[in-house]
């Protein structure tokens, strides 16, 4: 791996199943030398355009593009882009390094890449076992070794932190961040953001099918709004303050959110000698903006 | 091409199925080798009336390779693509080949040799198992006959073809259950019923030698049914009877590759 990834592209992608709108109007680019968060509550049609980006559904509109061409287009695609889209795609039977053994020849890689790849995402131990008796997060180390098996200069993981401990999440984290230094090109799906923020120096985020943000990471977090809980026994005053610095104002449970940094907050209604019996910083944070952008609720 | 055949050859080979289901053919086949070889020698009377006698009660049986045990090569073809999709790791496949037409082609002839050697352990077992009765009781076992020889080289080949034809099969009917049960439904109840139904109009004969089973037997050059005489004792010869099999291959995996490997995978 010496030259700078592939960009990917989804162009005006679509799809449909039946009357339902899985992906609609889809754009968005994928840069090298970075780990971008694909990001969408579950249903968003995250997976969907992840398989039409590597030509295993065909779009009802648009185009998809790994480099220049179509991933279906290039001679040995699993050199070129390393994909795990599930995590259960094995057959129960096979030992981790005969699955990857399975696939070795169209990557055009050997055997002892097979055995060094199983020992790097540590299932050294396990390789002879059969793939049945794996847990979820052996699934995913599995799958993640099938992607890389080429070396590839762009990796797609769907979900890939789904039932992998802690440390394996951290263990994930530096080895995608590893990858983009090292110029590769990263898309990672996910669900919750909270998963990825650590992770990803991009976002693109979906939510019925379509496009609700695409930024860097930092530019997401300026979306952060901070956020106030002020209880008053004069709840009226509290009000009106709000309105004349242009706060706004929402019901909390026995008083208000004002959509303003607390120390602001408290410091205006002691110059203006309002009695507060709670001021609250409830800092809307990143999972608050994103839950905001895909209409989702807070669990 | 060759990565292709090679990764779908280490499918077959990695997991338990291939040599489970062998040792069962070889089971099987092995002990109605037997059953049969044993009523021919001492109660040949009893077979509808009809009675065979020296070579041609050592063809028939070794014909039962072909007549009864060309469930197996379609059992094992059919599972090389049905697992795919019911553990799907047709998703894997299909990241690795994207071209599908490719794909198809490597399963179907990566099963070959896979189906070579489930004709070679099928005829040794049939053989293993009756040609000790044949010759110690029988008329012989007519081992160093050239007929005999060549309708045993032939049946290896057939069921070859048969595991290449479950392949095609599986093609088109992706779900396992389904499939296995339409080959054994197929094969053990509809086609023998067909051939002798239809042997037994004039007309009609002419379409059952058209049949799987009968081609397969035609390639083979014996048949236990034209053994017996039931009617649909007509093979066609060799060299039509491998077309129609391999159309039948052919017919199905064409269908498979514009039907199941057109949609979307996932």
């Not at chain 1, 131990?125 to 793939?131: E, L, Q």
Request: with cysteine.
């Amino acid at each position: 791996m010496t030259q700078p990834g592939p960009a990917l592209a989804v162009e005006g992608l679509a799809k449909s199943f039946g009357p339902v709108r899985a992906v609609d109007d889809l754009t968005f680019a994928v840069r090298p030398g970075a780990v971008t968060g694909f990001l969408g509550p579950n249903g968003a049609g995250k997976t969907t355009t992840l398989r039409m980006l590597l030509g295993l559904t065909r779009p009802t509109a648009g185009r998809t593009l790994v480099g220049d061409r179509p991933y279906g287009e290039h001679a040995l695609p699993a050199r070129v882009v390393g994909a795990a889209l599930e995590a259960s795609s094995f057959h129960p039977g096979r030992t981790g390094l005969a699955h990857l053994e399975v696939f070795a020849p169209q990557v055009g890689v050997s055997r002892r890449r097979c055995r060094d790849l199983i020992d790097f995402v540590g299932l050294g131990g396990a390789a002879h076992r059969r793939v049945g008796g794996y847990s979820t997060g052996m699934r995913q180390r599995l799958a993640l070794a099938t992607a890389l098996l080429g070396d590839p200069p762009a990796i797609v993981l769907d979900e890939p932190a789904n039932g992998l401990d802690p440390e394996g999440i951290v263990w994930l984290r530096r080895l995608l961040r590893a990858f983009a230094d090292e110029g590769r090109t990263v898309l990672v799906s996910s669900h919750v953001l909270a998963e990825v923020q650590h992770t990803v120096d991009d976002v693109v985020i979906i939510a019925a099918g379509r496009l609700v943000h695409a930024s860097s990471l930092a530019d997401l977090a300026g979306l952060a709004a901070p956020e106030t809980y002020v209880e008053s026994p004069d709840l009226p005053a509290v009000e009106r303050l709000c309105a004349e610095h242009a706060w706004d104002v929402r019901p909390g449970e026995r008083g208000l959110l004002v959509l303003a940094p607390s120390a602001e907050v408290g410091a205006a209604a002691y110059r203006s000698g309002v009695e507060l019996h709670q001021l609250a910083s409830r800092g809307a944070d990143l999972e608050d903006v994103f839950l905001r952008l895909t209409g989702g609720v807070r669990s | 091409m060759r990565n292709a055949l090679v990764a779908e050859y280490r499918k077959l080979v990695t997991t338990r199925m291939w040599w489970v289901l062998l040792l069962a053919c070889a089971a099987y086949l092995g002990f109605i080798g037997a059953v049969l070889g044993f009523s021919l020698v001492f109660a040949p009377e009893q077979q509808g009336g009809v009675t065979l006698h020296g070579i041609d009660a050592a063809t028939a049986v070794y014909s039962l390779t072909n007549g009864i045990g060309y469930v197996f090569p379609l059992v094992i073809g059919s599972l090389a693509m049905t697992t795919e999709f019911r553990h799907q790791t047709i998703t894997q496949s299909l990241l690795v080949e994207p071209r599908r037409g490719v794909y198809l082609g490597a399963k179907l002839l990566a099963t070959v040799p896979v189906g070579l050697l489930y004709g070679l352990v099928a005829v040794t077992a049939v053989v293993a198992a009756s040609a000790p009765l044949l010759a110690g009781w029988g008329d012989g076992a007519y081992l160093t006959d050239g007929g005999v020889l060549q309708v045993l080289a032939l049946s290896v080949v057939v069921i070859a073809v048969w595991a290449v034809v479950g392949v095609a099969f599986g093609s088109v009917v992706t779900n396992q259950v389904a499939a296995i049960v339409v080959i054994l439904a197929f094969t053990q109840l509809v086609e023998p019923i067909a051939r002798v139904a239809l042997g037994s109009f004039a007309g009609l004969d002419q379409v059952a030698k058209f049949l799987p089973g009968a081609a397969a037997d035609g390639i083979v050059g014996a048949s236990f049914f034209s053994s017996y005489g039931s009617g649909a004792g007509e093979l066609l010869p060799r060299w039509a009877a491998l077309l129609v099999l391999l159309g039948y291959a052919a017919a199905l995996a064409l269908i498979g590759r514009y039907t199941t490997l057109r949609r979307d995978v996932g």
